[in-house]
Structures are given as structure tokens and as C-alpha cells.
């Protein structure tokens, strides 16, 4: 049924319009695609709502293909979940692998995005009814196991990865409390009581940072090196056998944490980053520019997508700004999300999934041919692409708020940033801890408020108990390695 | 250098736990809907205070020893600084300026002053950007950029 539907040529034309219009959102960094899907509602009123469902939810995927491009070329990561991208996406492009990398990125994004569509379709309901029994404690312990990550962004020093997860974790808590409504470090400055916006402290300190670094010495006419020749411009087989577990990994991590409502693409990526680089035969290398390190974060990025549907679709529980703005047409519509969709709306319901498949396939057609084309962006002079890269980034940063208290945010953080490479300290855990900290505060005082006070009571439940058990055993894991390692120089000494 | 470094990088980190903390105990620690605004920042304060004070304690005796210890060039950071100075510049001129003539104004200054290219290169790469955002940003996309008096 669902391919009848969604092969309509009517449904096809509003499949490639909802992708295209995706992949253009996704590359331009602050235009996220809640912003495009609320923009475009008003259309669709005058659509048929399978046809308008197809479209807005092709925008919602579309943009998770287009979001690694800036991170890869220009470390200017679009929306949170490409930060971990940059990581060893801009690592590859200055290598003169800026073409495997955007390719590996498109095809990890189809399989992943392809997988988190038949789990949509397979185990839509009972997934939806586990993601139920998370709680308070469950979601502390998630964002705790997320915040654990920081064992694989630390770099060399973990102080200082810990130092900068914790200044995120403090930036993401400036602001209007989220219980009380008390203002906390606004430093008496009205915009500063919405928060900081996560896209400018990123943008800042990947972005803006890097172009400050680059300044550092005259350059040449060439920024990176690009090689010539399609061929050297995509993925080889080994890139490809090499990511084979990458794609695996990063559908499950992302599928699973898109299920659960408010987790998010970010926490999938950076989960589906640290377990690729924990299970490495080479996690040294690991920010250096590997591709794996590309292809595990897209690949859950994208099947977060199919994820975060079901919950939307099955209990009418929308997980982000995005699925929110989905479920508010829906209701605008005149159409119940829940458990009797599939019952009542079945062409609607059958349509949108199988539309997904046609989509992925569309993004691979329309992503693929455009790798090289974006690869030459690395052939424009030097001078030429950093006040270009300063300009989007002034863009996309103004675009989230038309704010320009937001802007001048953005320039203290690119200074935060440089300052940071200076002195060697990591700036994905500063991320890390910026996108975990507000959820995971809430989560911590409302498991503690349910429990009136106890602590216990993230250790009392099965699911909370195991996540801190897993959680507790990542950071402990160096702290053994680093005793052992001790202990081999002592006994090597001694003989 | 690397030790100073660190110990700067220590000292100003603590200075910060302490006024994180420092800010948080003049909120209130519980509220009547459980832990209250100070509870988390104190906590991410004396974290901060203590492994900053780990940082220093263990470059004082050593245990950490970063590979990049070569000196950074002054020269390097200033002219990062400078960039980064007419960076702050621009973002000081769209509000008066907009965003088309501010974006110009930035590329000449970093084609001319830091990368020394002649002001012909100079005025082509700032027109360029400038027309460019303005076409895809504007007109293609239709997004609210600051604008000068002249309306872009």
C-alpha cells in the first residue's frame, strides 16, 4: 500500500521538493529545519496531507545529509549533531580527502537513514512502549553516559578534557532556571536570559577559531590540496569495508536514541562517535582524520531520523523542535497521531514510511554527484574563503534569532576557541557538556524531586542502574590503563 | 612555556570555579520543587575549582607533559589578534553599516593588512563576498540580514 502511495508522481515531485529544500537547509549553518518546516506550514493547508506529510518530513531528513558538508570543508558545523563531524571530517579535507569524506558521509547517511526507516516500519510500537518506561532517572543516566564520552574527546590531557566539559555544562545552565524562572549569570544582560544559543558557542569555537589559527602565518594560494580525478574525489572500497561496522553501529546508536523522546541526534552521534572509536583497532588515531570517525556520527545522525518518527507517529510524542512542529500539522490537519494512526490513517501512515525509502534514495542520487563540486570549494584562494567563512558564519549565527548580541557572542567564543587551541584544550567536550548540560539538569532535579531528595533513586531502577554501571565503567577504563601502563615502566625498570 | 601554560590555564580556570560557585550560593540551593537554580552550578563550580587545582598539582610535579611545547610566536598571535580585532570591528559596523558593506570592509581589511595582496585584489574579493552573500543569502533564500541605510 505504501508504495502506491508514495509513487504518485504527485508524492514523488513533494518528496524531492521536501529533500531538496532539506539539503539546502541542512548546509546552511543556523537555518535549521524546524525553522524551514514552520516557514513552509502555512503551504500546506491547501495540500493533501500525505503529499504535505511526505514534503515536511523529506525537509526533516533532507537536512541531516546536507549538515556534515560545512563541518567537513570549513569545521563550521551546521547544527549540533555535525560537531562531532568536524572532529575528523575537517582532519580528512585537510588531507586532500575532502571528497571520501563528504561521500562517506552521503552514503552513511543512506544506509543509516534506510535502517532507521525499517525500524520504523518493523518495530515501530513495542520500541515506542520501552521508550515509555524511561523516567527522570533513566534520562539522568543517559546524559550521564553521554557525558562519559569525553573519555574519547579528551585528547591527550583529561583534566582538561573534564575542565571544558564542565565550563559547557555551566554555559548550558546561563540563562532563566528552568523550575524557579530565576535568572542565573546573565550578568544583567536581557538577551543572556534565553540562554546562549548552542550554534553560536559552536560556530565560535570550531569556526571562527580555525580561520583565527589560519592567520597565524601567510598561506599560499591554496588552502587544502584537492586532488584531481573523480576517482580521488570518492570513497575507495577499502574506505568502504573499512566504515562497514561505522554504518552498523551508528544505525542502532541512532535508531535507539531517536526512539527515546528529548535524547536527540547530538547525544546519537557523539554516542555512536566514542563506541566506534572505543572498539577501534587504531583509537589513537582518531581525530587525525579517519573515516570511520565521519561515518559512525552521520550514520546515526541520519537513522535518528526514523527514530524520532516513531515516537511521533505511535504515541503522538514529538522528541525535538522539528518532530514538535510535524506533530503540530498533523493536529492542524485535523489528524490524531497515536496509537490509531496506522488504523485510521493507513495511506497517510504507510505513504510518509515508504516515502522515506524513496527519499533516502533521492538524497544518494542528489548528494553523491555533488561531492566533487563542493570538494573545489577547497581550490578558492585562502584570502578569499576565510572572510567567507567569517561571513556564513556571521549568517548563521544571526539567522537563529536576528540577534546581534548573538553575533558579538560569536566573536568572544571564537576568541574562547583560539584561546583553547593555544593552551591544548579540547573543544568537543565544551560541546559535549553545552548540548547534555540542560537536559541533564533537569533530569538530575527531577529524578531528585520524584524521590524527594534521594539519591538512590538513580540506582534503584534497572534501566538508570545500568546506564550509570556502564557510564562509571567508560571513565574508569583510562584510569586502570593508565595504572597498568605505570606498572609495565615499573617492572621494566626494575629488570 | 608549556609549564606556564598550564599553570596559567589552572589558576584562571580555578579563579572561575571559585566565582561560579562564588554565584551560585547567593541562589537558593533548594526550592520548594526540590533542588533549586544554585544546586547544579555549585556543584559544576567546586568541579571546576578542584581539578583545576589537579591541573596545577600535576604540572607542578610533572605527571603531565603536553607534546606541544614549542613556544608560540608572538608574531603568530598577533596577527591572529589583529584578525580577530577586525572581526570584532565588522560585527560593530552591522548595525550601522548592514551586513553587505561590514562583510567588504572585513575582507578588504584581511586581504590588505594581513595578507599584504594589492588593493585591486583587495576591492575584487570584498565585492565579490559582498554581491555573493547578497544573492544567495538574500535573494535566493530570502533570509533578514542586517541593512545599512541603503537597504542591504
Not at chain 1, 176 to 192: I, P, V, Y
Not at chain 1, 215 to 242: A, H, Q, Y
Request: proline share 6%; with cysteine; hydrophobic share 55%.
Amino acid at each position: 500500500m505504501g508504495f502506491s502511495v508514495a509513487l504518485t508522481p504527485e508524492n514523488l515531485f513533494w518528496c524531492f521538493v521536501g529533500v531538496f529544500l532539506g539539503t539546502v537547509v541542512g548546509i546552511l549553518p543556523g537555518l535549521g529545519p524546524a525553522a524551514t518546516i514552520a516557514m513552509l506550514l502555512p503551504l500546506t493547508f491547501k495540500m493533501d496531507h500525505t503529499a504535505a506529510i511526505i514534503m515536511l518530513a523529506g525537509i526533516y531528513y533532507g537536512s541531516k545529509y546536507g549538515g556534515s558538508t560545512t563541518s567537513i570543508l570549513l569545521n563550521v558545523p551546521g547544527e549540533s549533531a555535525s560537531v562531532v563531524t568536524c572532529l575528523d571530517g575537517y582532519q580528512m579535507a585537510r588531507q586532500g580527502r575532502a571528497g571520501p569524506a563528504l561521500g562517506i558521509s552521503a552514503i552513511a547517511s543512506f544506509v543509516a537513514g534506510t535502517v532507521g526507516v525499517i525500524g520504523l516500519m518493523l518495530i515501530a510500537p513495542p520500541v515506542a512502549r520501552f521508550a515509555l518506561r524511561f523516567g527522570p532517572p533513566e534520562y539522568f543516566a543517559l546524559m550521564a553516559l553521554g557525558l562519559t564520552m569525553v573519555v574519547f574527546l579528551a585528547g591527550k590531557s583529561m583534566i582538561k578534557g573534564l575542565l571544558a566539559m564542565l565550563v559547557g555544562l555551566w554555559l548550558a545552565g546561563v540563562g532563566t532556571d528552568l523550575f524557579t524562572a530565576e535568572s542565573r549569570f546573565t550578568f544583567g544582560q536581557m538577551e543572556l536570559l534565553d540562554g546562549i544559543d548552542f550554534v553560536v558557542v559552536s560556530i565560535g569555537i570550531f569556526a571562527v577559531a580555525e580561520v583565527l589559527v589560519n592567520m597565524e602565518s601567510r598561506g599560499g594560494t591554496e588552502l587544502f590540496k584537492v586532488p584531481r580525478g573523480i576517482r580521488n574525489l570518492m570513497p575507495t572500497l577499502k574506505d568502504l569495508k573499512d566504515c562497514r561496522f561505522a554504518f552498523l553501529n551508528g544505525s542502532v546508536i541512532g535508531f535507539l536514541i531517536g526512539v527515546l523522546p528529548g535524547a536527540g541526534s547530538t547525544i546519537a552521534s557523539f554516542l555512536s562517535y566514542g563506541a566506534e572509536k572505543a572498539f577501534s583497532r587504531y583509537p589513537e588515531k582518531f581525530g587525525t582524520g579517519v573515516i570511520e570517525g565521519v561515518a559512525a556520527p552521520e550514520g546515526a545522525n541520519n537513522s535518528e531520523t526514523g527514530g524520532a518518527l516513531v515516537p511521533l507517529l505511535t504515541l503522538g510524542i514529538p522528541g525535538s523542535n522539528a518532530t514538535a512542529i510535524l506533530l503540530a500539522a498533523l493536529i492542524l490537519w485535523g489528524i490524531k497521531p497515536g496509537p490509531l494512526l496506522i488504523q485510521d490513517n493507513p495511506g497517510l501512515f504507510w505513504g510518509l514510511v515508504t516515502s522515506m525509502y524513496v527519499g533516502n534514495v533521492m538524497l544518494l542520487v542528489l548528494n553523491l554527484p555533488l561531492v566533487p563540486l563542493f570538494a573545489q570549494i577547497l581550490r578558492v584562494p585562502y584570502f578569499v574563503l576565510y572572510p567567507g567563512i567569517l561571513g556564513i558564519s556571521i549568517v548563521g549565527v544571526y539567522s537563529v534569532s536576528n540577534s546581534l548580541f548573538d553575533v558579538w557572542m560569536l566573536g568572544l567564543f571564537g576568541l574562547l576557541g583560539y584561546a583553547m587551541r593555544k593552551l591544548d584544550f579540547p573543544a568537543a567536550p565544551l560541546v559535549l557538556g553545552m548540548v547534555l548540560g540542560d537536559g541533564l539538569e533537569r533530569a538530575l532535579r527531577q529524578s531528585l524531586m520524584m524521590s524527594e531528595g534521594r539519591l538512590s533513586v538513580l540506582i534503584t531502577r534497572p534501566l538508570s542502574a545500568a546506564m550509570i554501571c556502564v557510564a562509571l565503567a567508560i571513565l574508569i577504563m583510562p584510569l586502570v590503563n593508565k595504572v597498568r601502563s605505570f606498572r609495565v615502566k615499573a617492572v621494566e625498570q626494575d629488570v | 612555556m608549556s609549564e606556564k601554560k598550564e599553570l596559567l590555564s589552572g589558576i584562571c580556570l580555578g579563579s572561575f570555579g571559585v566565582y561560579v560557585a562564588f554565584e551560585a550560593l547567593k541562589l537558593p540551593y533548594v526550592s520548594e520543587f526540590g533542588p533549586g537554580p544554585g544546586f547544579f552550578p555549585l556543584w559544576i563550580g567546586i568541579g571546576l575549582t578542584l581539578l583545576s587545582l589537579l591541573l596545577i598539582v600535576a604540572n607542578l610535579f610533572g605527571s603531565t607533559a603536553p607534546e606541544n611545547s614549542k613556544s608560540q610566536s608572538r608574531t603568530a598571535i598577533g596577527r591572529a589578534l589583529v584578525g580577530w580585532s577586525g572581526l570584532m570591528l565588522a560585527i560593530g559596523l552591522l548595525h550601522w553599516l548592514g551586513f553587505g558593506l561590514s562583510l567588504a570592509l572585513l575582507a578588504a581589511f584581511l586581504v590588505l593588512a594581513l595578507e599584504k595582496r594589492s588593493p585591486w585584489v583587495a576591492i575584487s574579493v570584498a565585492f565579490g563576498l559582498a554581491l555573493g552573500f547578497h544573492a544567495i543569502f538574500v535573494l535566493a533564500l530570502g533570509l533578514s540580514l542586517p541593512a545599512g541605510p541603503w537597504g542591504f
